[in-house]
């Protein structure tokens, strides 16, 4: 599989998100998701608008625990070949 990776989404971050992502590094010792970049790259223009409708679908009330939606979103994801 071809992983297409975009230059912004490895370096076009603003200051205050390379410090997170630079916290997060240091705490986990590893690289933040690509999923997380994603959502804060440009954030106010599609991270916190896509974070408004993700969160209440995959933390909501629902019949589905929060294990069974993270794994049917894994499984879309990787029927897309989509890391993540």
Known sequence: MTTLR???????H???????????RLMTGSAAPDVVRTL???RRFWGD?????????MRGPSE??????ELFAAFVSS??????
Do not use: I, Q
């Open 14 to 24: 603003g200051w205050k998100e390379r410090l997170l992502l630079g916290a997060m």
């Open 49 to 57: 608008r896509y974070n408004d409708v993700l969160h209440p679908v």
């Open 79 to 84: 029927k897309n070949r989509c890391r993540f």
């Open 40 to 42: 804060l790259y440009r």
């Open 64 to 69: 589905w625990s929060v294990g069974e939606r």
């Open 6 to 12: 975009l230059p912004p989404l490895r370096h076009g």
